[in-house]
């Protein structure tokens, strides 16, 4: 039994859509959310730059003490999980693995994936599945608009409606459709309209949960039976946020300012 959190990590609202999942799975955990928003969006940054900024992130959360950490960002994990993960103590995973294995169970092969820029240039999902599913036919694009929008909470107005139909309008029949950035999941009912129900959305966060909930099992590290707590803190405070996640987890929530000077870097 291990009582310390976990860790999650995004660049802003959109790893909140995994910390929901895994709050869904694991109620009694503990977890401590890091939001980048003050260098929100990820997707446009160089790898370079992806790579810094993922071990500052981690860094933060290992001074709060967790158990394991979450790479709650596709842009993050497609290029900087390979470059970072071996130089912990704790776990460190990432968001594609875990869903490619999934999808691998339920045979799909005829497989579209909407990312950022940054996640698509690295062919991070297109790697993993050509890996698990060698006769995977994939068709992938990057949205660069879509993540700021989800920021905005512009989820389900005219705009929203307007943009997704741009970006998902030249995919051909597929069997499902991967959100391959964290955000995506907050647009799942615009995408889901749009494409067809016979079209399944693949949601990170739901396989990611998955298996967190077996290192933790297989490592004797899970929590007790008390009812976990959320910790969230944020680089940049954003009132979006705090209105976008407290409507996704359905709660109030409290958001806490990282010092930088002191606590980031
Ligand atoms: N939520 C992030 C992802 O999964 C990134 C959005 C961004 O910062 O551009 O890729």
Redesign the pocket.
């Known amino acids: 039994m291990d009582n310390r959190p976990i860790g999650i990590f995004?660049?802003?609202v959109?790893?909140m859509t995994v910390l929901k999942a895994m709050k869904e799975k694991l109620p009694e955990e503990n977890f401590i959310y890091l939001g980048d928003t003050k260098r929100?969006?990820?997707?446009?940054k160089s790898k370079q730059t992806i790579i810094e900024l993922t071990k500052n992130g981690i860094d933060f959360l290992l001074k709060q003490n967790v158990k394991l950490v979450v790479i709650?960002?596709?842009?993050?994990?497609s290029q900087a999980l390979k470059e970072v993960q071996n130089n912990y103590q704790v776990p460190i995973l990432g968001?594609i693995e875990p869903t490619v294995q999934y999808i691998q169970t339920k045979q799909k092969t005829k497989i579209g994936v909407i990312?950022?820029t940054?996640?698509i240039r690295s062919r991070g999902w297109e790697n993993a599945i050509l890996q698990q599913i060698p006769e995977a036919q994939i068709q992938s694009i990057a949205c660069?608009l879509l993540?700021?929008m989800v920021e905005e909470g512009w989820t389900d107005n005219k705009i929203a409606k307007l943009v997704v139909k741009e970006y998902l309008k030249n995919f051909e029949k597929m069997d499902a459709l991967i959100l391959?950035?964290?955000?995506y999941p907050l647009l799942a009912t615009v995408i889901q309209k749009q494409l067809g129900k016979k079209v399944e959305l693949i949601n990170a966060g739901e396989h990611v949960a998955v298996q967190t909930q077996n290192i933790l099992q297989m490592s004797e590290q899970l929590a007790d039976g008390h009812s976990g707590k959320i910790k969230i803190y944020l680089t940049e405070t954003e009132e979006k946020f705090h209105q976008v996640a407290g409507q996704l987890l359905q709660q109030d929530i409290i958001i806490h300012q990282v010092q930088e000077e002191t606590e980031f870097i």
């Open positions: 995004d660049s802003g959109g790893g929100f969006p990820y997707g446009s709650a960002c596709g842009t993050a994990t968001v990312a950022t940054g996640t660069p993540a700021p391959g950035c964290t955000h």
